[in-house]
């Protein structure tokens, strides 16, 4: 089936250091991956889209790496904030526009 | 803000009642979605719209009847439900359907069905 592997675990980083999430996903065609924020009693807010011939695509302190070959994303933040706390969400969408979402991995920087 | 917002934030119901979420963007946007987000799962979409007509419906329960009146509103009727139903159900808009584009979602209203 379908499925999209986010680190279940949360993910503590010191402040100013570089937070690297991970996204796996197996038997799914992604035209597009997106990558979320969402705080507690929100809605998710998007980041960052990626297309499936891009390898890397960055905003301000946000880098997205996508490989199709390893069925991989990377989302990495750089110089991060405690204000960077949150769940962070990979989703996928492919040819025919249907999306499924991870569970989201938590994130806390640590002052 | 977004631009999508719900209403209400809060709802608890019991298995026997009938209840309304509403959902308005305020953003000009010809699509709207359903999504359910249940503690340690995925978030789940479960209706889409465009243009005020369903094109979508991922297999839900009849207990759940979206309506979507115009572009801007977007409604989920919510009948005989269960207590697996508890979850926060999100609204989320887009300009156009295809090809793909960015979601706003809205806060969420938090069910709880006892």
């Known amino acids: 089936s379908q499925k999209i592997e986010q680190n279940s675990e949360a993910l503590n980083i010191q402040e100013g250091k570089t937070a690297t999430l991970t996204c796996n996903y197996t038997?799914?065609?992604?035209?597009?991956l997106q990558w979320y924020r969402q705080d507690p009693g929100r809605g998710p807010v998007f980041l960052l889209l990626?297309?499936?011939?891009?390898k890397e695509k960055r905003k301000e302190r946000l880098k997205v790496t996508f490989d199709t070959t390893l069925k991989q994303s990377l989302f990495h933040i750089t110089a991060s904030q405690p204000a960077d706390s949150a769940t962070y969400l990979c989703?996928?969408?492919?040819?025919?526009?249907?999306?499924?979402f991870g569970k989201g991995t938590r994130l806390h920087i640590l002052p | 803000e977004t631009g999508v917002t719900q209403t209400p934030r809060h709802l608890v119901m019991g298995m026997t009642n009938k209840k309304s979420l509403k959902c308005e963007q305020h953003?000009?946007?010809?699509?709207m979605y359903w999504y359910k987000q249940s503690a340690k799962k995925p978030l789940e979409l479960m209706f889409v719209?465009?243009?005020?007509?369903?094109?979508e419906n991922n297999s839900v329960p009849s207990r759940f009847s979206p309506e979507c009146p115009n572009s801007s509103h977007l409604f989920l009727h919510l009948h005989t439900l269960q207590p697996e139903d508890s979850a926060l159900y999100l609204c989320?808009?887009?300009?156009?359907?295809?090809?793909?584009?960015?979601?706003?979602f809205g806060p969420g209203t938090r069910l709880t069905v006892l």
């Open positions: 990626i297309r499936e011939n891009e």
């Open positions: 953003l000009g946007h010809n699509a």
């Open positions: 719209y465009s243009l005020e007509e369903r094109v």
């Open positions: 989703a996928l969408t492919n040819r025919d526009d249907k999306i499924i």
């Open positions: 038997n799914y065609s992604p035209a597009y």
């Open positions: 989320a808009s887009s300009q156009v359907l295809r090809p793909f584009n960015e979601q706003f």
